[in-house]
């Protein structure tokens, strides 16, 4: 009766399995997770509700579970029913007999999907934050370049008819790196604005 009311009320996930990883049992909340039901569960591999794209990652958890027949906290994504990806932590151990032989599988699935978004969420909203802050170094960094150009093209109006080659050349350059610096510094912004994804 004390199992039946902690499988019942555990808030996570939890899934008994065999040795092959074949779903024995599993509570309600896995059935609330997952979109399917009891039945639909009971026989299918536990790897099969990893996202396809995990499926790499979910061998390796349960080879590593079989080596040291506990692990913690291992992030992966699973697939609902309903192909709604979620991000979980997966725990699990290894069952005994009283003799020692190993004999199943427990493991604990907890969502971590709604606390994965916060995070981006702030983030994100740390970045905005950033930016903002960054906007007035930027804009103060962008005078010194300007500034430069704006001489130059001063010293075009006023002198161009007298000034020498070299002197010409020279007001050029000055104004290509000013161009070449203000490119910089508003590249570098735009790159740091924009949102990163990591290439596998």
Same mark, same amino acid.
């Given at each position: ?9 555990? $808030? ?31 026989? %299918? ?17 349960? %080879? ?20 709604? *990806? ?29 606390? *994965? ?27 010194? $370049? ?11 109006? %006023? %002198? ?39 290439? $596998?």
């Amino acid at each position: 009766l004390a199992a039946e009311n902690i499988l019942s009320t555990i $808030p996570d996930s939890l899934i008994l399995a065999d040795t092959e990883s074949k779903i024995l049992r599993v509570n309600e909340r896995l059935v609330d997770f997952s979109g399917y039901s009891d039945k639909e569960l009971i026989g %299918k591999s536990i790897g099969q509700l990893c996202d396809e794209t995990e499926a790499t990652s979910c061998k390796k958890v349960f %080879k590593e579970l079989a080596e040291k027949e506990i692990i913690r906290n291992y992030e992966l994504i699973f697939q609902t029913k309903s192909g709604e *990806k979620r991000n979980v932590l997966f725990s699990g151990s290894i069952v005994h007999s009283k003799t020692g032989r190993a004999i199943g599988i427990e493991c604990i699935i907890h969502d971590i999907t709604e606390h *994965k978004k916060m995070e981006e969420r702030l983030v994100k909203a740390e970045r905005l934050a950033s930016i903002g802050e960054l906007a007035g170094q930027v804009g103060h960094d962008l005078r010194n $370049p300007l500034a430069g150009l704006k001489n130059s093209v001063y010293i075009l109006r %006023k %002198k161009s008819g007298r000034l020498t080659e070299t002197e010409m050349n020279a007001t050029l350059a000055t104004m290509d790196i000013a161009i070449e610096d203000s490119d910089r510094i508003i590249t570098s912004l735009v790159d740091y604005s924009s949102e990163l994804f990591l290439q $596998p």
